[in-house]
């Protein structure tokens, strides 16, 4: 980790503590993040290694346009786009108190105060779900999916947290029709899309960025490809990598 965390900074404007980020993706180099540890700096110079994910979500992204970020994490998709496009309208979702606490706190290092931030999943039903997250700090993993603990034999935390369905806070005017959304949410994705299912059918709704986590369960990409496809979407591969298969769906 030492020498990564070296070679890391050698071709980055990373700082630890309260930083500027200038790393794979040129044109970005005024988004700030607070990395506590080496783990956490080098998920934020090296995108999450997400670069082709995260250049290909940027491309499709127009002013007011409304974006949903469901497993918003750190605010990594969050901050590009909010760099990337003016007044575009972004909501957040990340269920994990920890996680939504390190959000808020990057969020505010980059001058961003909108109330967009929610400290809630989106998932198929209303419900409470005990998530694990892993017992690393800046890790960053974790997921309320059954799967996940049995697939993992880290040291976890557990947390009980908050899960509202996407279609019944769309239809009662709690959120807005989204035009594009991101999901990463290991393991949980089908819960999520199965409770915007009707959302995904709305003409203003464009596109979805989904991070689909295979080796939780093999059968996701499909399962999620069909559904996509069941509501007017045409999918193409990102990216396709051992922890799992990226893609966008598009209309």
Known sequence: MRNLYKNIRKRTSLKRGHTSIKNKLTGYNNIKFCTRNELEFSKVAESD?????????????????IVFDI???????????????KDIDIYRFEPVP?????????????????????????????NSTTFMYKNVLGSGMGSGSERYSKKYTFDFKEQVCEI????????????????VIKID???????????LAETLQHTKCQYVFCEIHTTLDPVLYGEVCRLCADCGFKTENIYAKKEGIGIIAYK
């Not at 290694?49 to 346009?65: H, N, Q, T």
């Not at 920890?98 to 209303?126: C, P, S």
């Open 49 to 65: 290694g997400e670069i082709e994910f995260l250049e290909m979500f940027l491309s499709v992204l127009s002013e007011s346009d």
């Open 164 to 179: 509202k369905k996407g279609d019944s806070l769309i239809k009662n005017s709690v959120l807005p029709v989204p035009a």
């Open 98 to 126: 920890e996680y939504y606490n390190r959000l808020l706190q990057n969020l505010a290092l980059n001058n961003i105060h909108d109330v967009n931030t929610y400290n809630y999943g989106l998932g198929n039903e209303n």
């Open 185 to 195: 949410v290991e393991g949980m994705e089908m819960n999520v899309l199965n409770g």
């Open 71 to 85: 497993g918003a994490n750190m605010g990594l998709f969050t901050l590009y786009a909010y760099a990337a496009v």
